[in-house]
Structures are given as structure tokens and as C-alpha cells.
């Protein structure tokens, strides 16, 4: 059997990592000029988060603060992913923070839809049948995504305890999905954070 530390056990001082994960998406991932999101939205911005999650340094530090964030909610997980392919990176780098940290989580990809050829699955990865799980995305509009990967997630039998994001547009995706789903809606950074109206 593993041995596994509590999240206590492992803790460390985010703040540092924190404050350099917001500086680097300011500094990378915010884009000005008007953009039609997935949703079909427009905004005058777009957070493209794929330049933190699979950048060299903001990938750890993704990790160590989606990690935080979980804890910080008191939450006991075993696995973590979500929608492919905006939570793919963040699955692995929570999956890494968490191997850093002496602690087994693992992590899982959910297919937009179930495979018709193999094994048939949608949910990828080591199985997520009766284990708690946080359903990740890098950011979230109408909550679509997440709420596709909840099910998914749910119809292989895990038992999804949240959803989190690194960023919050603050555009109903919370409300949605915690009415939805019924499960807490965790953020890192609310898009005030950010410097964006």
C-alpha cells in the first residue's frame, strides 16, 4: 500500500507562486481585440490559458496552486482532469504538484464524446469509478465544458466533488454550474485579478 501525506502534511507557502502565476498570464495569456469565445460570446479579450498551461514555468506553478486552491476547499481527491483539451495541461501539472508533494493523485482526460471503437470510453486515464475527483478547465464562459466532463465523469462512476478553473470570467459559468451539476465552483484568479472589466 502507498503511503500518502495529508494535504497538510505537504504544505508550502503559495503566496510566492501565486503572485508569479498571476504575473505571467497578465504577462502572456491576456489578449486585447475583440474575439468570438467557444461559447459564441464576443469580448474585447481573450485569455488564452494554453500559453500558461504548456509554458516551461507556469505550468509547475499552475499545478501547485490548482492544488491549493483543492486543499484550501477541504477537499479529498483522488483524481483530477477534465474536457479535452483546455484541461488536459492542467490535470497533468495537478497530477505532478501533487507527486512533488509526496501524494497520489491522478490524472484523467473526459472525450467531448464516447469513443465508438476500442473501449468505448470517454473518460481516459486510470478509472475514476468510486473515487472522488475535481473536474478541471483552464477557464470557463458558460460552464459548457465543465458541465460536459461532470457527466462524463459521472456515466464512468467517479464522484466529482468540484469544479475549478484557473480563471473566472466572472460571465454565470459559477452560478451554472454549481446549479447544475451541484458541486462548488473553485477559481485561483477572478478576472478583477486581471485588470479586465
Known sequence: METMTSPADSAVDIAPARARLLELIKELAVVRGKVTLS???????????????????????????MLSLIDDAGLEIEAAGGLTMGADPVGTAVMHAASDAGRAIDAFVVRKAQKSYGMGRQVEGPSVEGRNVVVLEDTSTTGGSALTAVEGVRKAGGNVVAVAV????????????????????????????????
Open 39 to 65: 461559447s459564441g460570446a464576443e469580448a474585447d479579450y481573450y485569455i488564452d490559458l494554453r500559453r500558461i498551461t504548456l509554458h516551461h514555468e507556469a505550468s509547475k506553478l499552475v499545478g501547485q496552486v
Open 166 to 197: 484557473i480563471v473566472d470570467r466572472n460571465t454565470g459559468a459559477k452560478e451554472k454550474i454549481e446549479a447544475e451539476a451541484g458541486v462548488p465552483y473553485l477559481y485561483a484568479f477572478s478576472k478583477d485579478e486581471l485588470g479586465l472589466d
